[in-house]
């Protein structure tokens, strides 16, 4: 994959307008805090930002209100952008979330069902967008939004085995759900229709008893909540706990943040170029709506990679997700699958009886890299999926196909809600056989053999996608020292009948989340990138070679591919063009400041080619007539001269002054008039019968020009 910071160039651009040049002060580089071209954001560095500590207000929550990059925001607690309001964060914002404080936990077993309750005196910090309260996030390729924890430096020094040290990012919308109504009073009730349960964000109190974070309801499914672009989340997730309780929707399961949490969010919202990464959960939870989203990462997190759950029928494309191994990072909190897709916990009786909407999300150019203790996709409770031209590499299977409860994967199966298609599976299992990319796990054991046939009937097989998936992490500093490089290098395309017609999705002719020969769009901006995922190169065993890989930096190092933090851009910037009005001859690096006077004029102004010195700063001072009526114009004149009318005059044949010698109309032409009685014939001045006979006496004559 192609660094797509390394090696830009940007030509210096000319500017004929007189500018008044301040002197740009260039920070000191930190990851996800640079502006377009390779140059720096205009922030501080992250060290030199003041903090700004952010309650929830005693319920008031942030009201409508912009954070700058000019701050470190740092969450205390639960904090609510409440219905109505819009918190906007501008590109290259730090916003953290503190841990939380008085941690208490209390666990008890009844029978065969342990319950687990963690209360605190102050809970972790997370963000909450409310229904009906908007965020517009927008960061850039070079000036992403950090979302980590309090302690975090951001100076390259935390690895992926922190976790767990804030909540996350909770979005609610009003789309559709498979829940039933949840009524306020801490029981579900019976659904309102289909499609209009509402439920509870996950992990998360509203101390102030309002519900602020109840999600679904339908009544807005394509509605919008913002804004979410070119974010980094990091090292969060806290639990509640896992039990018994209806008042939420898991049973005995975990009641936890995730890092980046969607719940029921409206297909207008717009949400690209994001990565969760090292959550004590799931990276990514989708419940519910139908928003749809392009360029996600997810990484080492604890749990599943991305979750989708409660009737998600969004879209999905170019989906990358490593997943966790707790062998190599360090950590006791296992791991899951890459991608858990399931339609609810029916068990805790709060799914609408008809399951409906269904789990079902469509996902395309995907690629997923695990251990071989994992599934890269696991199907249950009601969840299916429409899956092609995605790589499933390094897992104990590729497909974890369940079949358990009264609607489970197989039911969706036979209802033709899945669709698994056009997919790339290799060192799946312990060979290359059917059963090993796709399990049937499952104990009414109605179709392994039909889940089979349709699975290999649809073009799905074991093919090596030829790049290097093999990774290793170091356990003292939780940074990458063998990356991966996932670019495909079979030189396999999809067929054209496997290329969905759908226009939302770009026209990918590639398997997986990866172009070959093209830019990898995690790096410049992404965490993944900092640790040292990747390796910057076209073949496998490519040695990484950490430095500064940004060529408008001072201690830019060609050889570099990883960037380490250390590039400096303060004090060699300026503009290196000694033509330039504001050349600066201390100057290595050009920042593209440069600028130029107008034709004939100096910087100051003033007009240095009146040669004539008629007072006209004319540059080459060029005498000719400029008059364009004239026979001799000439465009190119800058100073008037004589000109030639010689040739002007009546150009129309008509005319009685007709000059068949020029060439230039002069509008002098004269025309005979018309007589003003054609009707009098004889022309003596009146019309008679005698003009009449004359006429008739010409009757059948030849008129000839």
């Known amino acids: 994959m192609k660094n797509k910071c390394k090696n830009r160039f940007l030509p210096p651009f000319m500017v004929v307008i007189l500018l008044v040049i301040t002197s740009l002060v260039f920070p000191l580089f930190t990851l996800a805090q640079t502006t377009g071209g390779g140059t720096p954001c205009s922030c501080p560095p992250a060290a030199d930002r003041p903090v700004v500590i952010v309650t929830d207000n005693s319920g008031q929550g942030t009201g409508t209100v912009t954070w700058s990059c000019d701050y470190i925001y ?51 910090a997370s963000l909450v967008i409310s229904r009906g309260a908007v965020l517009i996030a927008d960061g850039t390729p070079d000036c992403a939004i950090t979302f980590t924890y309090e302690a975090d430096p951001l100076d390259g020094s935390i690895g992926v085995d922190i976790k767990g040290e804030w909540g996350g990012l909770i979005i609610c919308g009003a789309g559709a759900t498979n829940t039933l109504y949840y009524d306020m009073t801490g029981f579900p009730s019976q659904s309102l229709g289909l499609g209009t349960g509402t439920d509870l964000a996950e992990g998360v109190i509203d101390p102030t008893g309002a519900f602020r974070h109840v999600y679904g309801g339908n009544t807005d499914p394509t509605g919008s909540s913002g804004i979410l672009r070119y974010a980094s989340f990091r090292h969060g997730s806290t639990s509640l706990g896992y039990h018994q309780n209806l008042s939420t929707n898991e049973s005995n399961n975990g009641d936890e943040t995730n890092l980046l949490q969607l719940c029921a969010v409206g297909s207008g919202t717009q949400i690209d170029h994001i990565e969760v990464v090292s959550s004590a959960d799931d990276g990514l939870q989708i419940m519910g709506g139908s928003v749809e989203l392009k360029y996600i990462a997810a990484g080492f997190n604890a749990e599943d990679g991305v979750e989708f759950d409660h009737g998600w029928g969004g879209k999905i494309q170019y989906l990358f997700i490593i997943t966790d191994s707790s062998e190599v990072v360090g950590d006791n909190l296992g791991i899951s699958n890459a991608l858990d897709i399931e339609g609810d916990d029916w068990e805790q009786s709060n799914v609408d009886i008809s399951f409906m909407p269904y789990t079902n999300p469509t996902i395309i150019n995907a690629t997923f ?38 609607c489970d994967a197989w039911e969706l199966f036979l209802f ?29 054991g109605y179709g392994p053999s039909a889940i089979a046939g349709d699975f290999v009937a649809n073009n799905n097989i074991a093919i090596d996608p030829m790049f290097d998936y093999s990774l290793a992490i170091d356990p003292l500093t939780g940074m990458v020292n063998d990356p991966v490089f996932l670019e495909p290098g079979n030189g396999v395309v999809p067929a054209l009948e496997f290329i969905s017609p759908d226009p939302w999705f770009d026209q990918a002719m590639y398997f997986g989340a990866f172009e070959p020969g093209g830019e990898n769009w995690l790096t410049c901006w ?24 940004y060529n408008s930096a001072c201690n830019f190092n060609i050889d570099a591919t990883i960037d380490d933090g250390t590039c400096i851009f303060d004090g060699c910037s300026g503009c290196t063009d000694s033509t330039a009005c504001n050349y600066d001859s201390v100057a290595i690096i050009s920042d593209c400041t440069c600028f130029y006077p107008a034709a004939g004029y100096d910087c100051m102004g003033v007009c240095i080619q009146d040669t004539d010195m008629d007072g006209v700063c004319d540059g080459d001072e060029i005498s000719g007539c400029q008059d364009i009526d004239a026979c001799d114009f000439s465009s190119s004149a800058t100073d008037p001269g004589a000109c030639d009318y010689s ?20 509008g002098t032409c004269i025309f005979p008039i018309a007589s003003l009685c054609p009707e009098d014939i004889n022309n003596d001045g009146y019309v008679t019968t005698v003009d009449l006979l004359d006429l008739l006496s010409a009757y059948g004559m030849i008129c000839t020009p």
């Not at 092609?388 to 079949?403: H, K, T, Y």
């Open 647 to 666: 040739c002007n005059g009546c150009t129309y044949d008509a005319a009685t002054n007709f000059d068949v010698t020029a060439t230039l109309d002069d």
């Open 74 to 124: 740092v969450l205390q607690e639960y904090v609510f952008v409440n219905p109505g309001d819009t918190l906007t964060i501008e590109p290259g914002a730090i916003i953290k979330g503190a841990p939380g404080q008085g941690f208490s936990e209390t666990i008890f077993s009844v029978g065969n069902i342990t319950e687990q309750t963690i209360t605190y005196t102050t809970y972790p």
């Open 526 to 549: 992404s965490y993944l990138e900092q640790v040292g995922l990747f390796t910057v190169g076209d073949s496998v065993g490519v040695v990484s070679v950490p430095g500064c890989i």
């Open 416 to 444: 033709d809600e899945y669709a698994l298609i056009n997919n790339h599976f290799w060192d799946c299992g312990d060979s290359t056989s059917v059963y090993d990319m796709i399990l049937y796990d499952g104990n009414l």
């Open 369 to 406: 890299i695990g251990p071989k203790s994992q599934s890269g996709l696991r199907l249950h409770n009601g969840g299916a999926t429409r899956m092609s031209n995605n790589i499933f590499v390094g897992f104990g299977q590729g497909i974890d196909f369940e079949d358990y409860d009264p």
